[in-house]
């Protein structure tokens, strides 16, 4: 069976892999209810841990789904591509749970408070632009999208997946006020997967064009 074959079977695993951080979650709050109270594996403070994971976890994904492409090319494996719409798309998700927790557990659904906490907080404000650019990608990332748009204008919206990611980071950066040892580690992630496109890109724009032989 070739790689291409066994792409459908490894996307399950995957899959499963992916909804991993969603499934321990949701067993910790589940068994927080049924002991009355949360168990000390989501800390003293489990609405905190609760936010803070599903950012670390969209952050996670977005990175690697950044990452798909420059394995791609490095590894002559086009088969991975097939990944990266699932991997996009697990971002979004955790972006979504990351956003509920924020609005539900401290903004109690006030959009006026949350809106006028988006206007006085910066990293807030990072955040809230970083969620909002990966709408549009997630809305956009069905092979009908692509066809609507056409492969140029699909690829030039969904490079707002930088954006975003870069967003991202900076929002987790300015939001932890001591150890800032993780956001710099994803700072530094983020930085080679951009560099990688920048250099590539140059790259391919120094090569002389083909010149085509009249016959």
């Keep these: 069976m070739g790689f291409a074959r066994l792409i459908k079977w490894i996307k399950i695993p995957v899959f499963l ?20 109270g949360f168990p000390q594996d989501l800390t003293a403070n489990p609405l905190e841990y609760i936010r803070n994971s599903t950012g670390f976890w969209t952050l996670v994904f977005l990175c690697v789904t950044l990452a798909i492409t420059p394995l791609r090319l490095l590894l002559h494996r086009n088969e991975l591509i097939r990944f990266r719409r699932m991997v996009g798309l697990f971002a979004f998700f955790y972006g979504v749970l990351h956003f509920v927790t924020y609005i539900w557990f401290e903004q109690s659904f006030d959009f006026a408070l949350m809106l006028d906490d988006v206007a006085q907080r910066p990293f807030i404000t990072l955040g809230f632009i970083a969620f909002v650019l990966m709408i549009p990608l997630a809305l956009t990332s069905t092979s009908g999208m692509v066809r609507r748009l056409g492969g140029k204008r699909w690829q030039l919206l969904h490079r707002a997946v ?12 300015w939001k932890v006020k001591s150890d800032t040892t993780v956001p710099v580690r994803f700072a530094v992630v983020l930085a080679i997967l951009l560099g ?16 085509v032989i009249p016959s």
């Design 17 to 36: 892999l992916c909804l991993a951080p969603a499934a321990y979650l949701l067993d910790g709050i589940l068994y927080g209810v049924w002991r009355a």
């Design 162 to 173: 930088y954006l975003s990611a870069i967003f991202g980071v900076l929002h987790y950066f």
């Design 196 to 211: 990688y496109r920048v250099i590539a890109a140059a790259v391919k724009q120094s090569k002389p064009a083909k010149q």
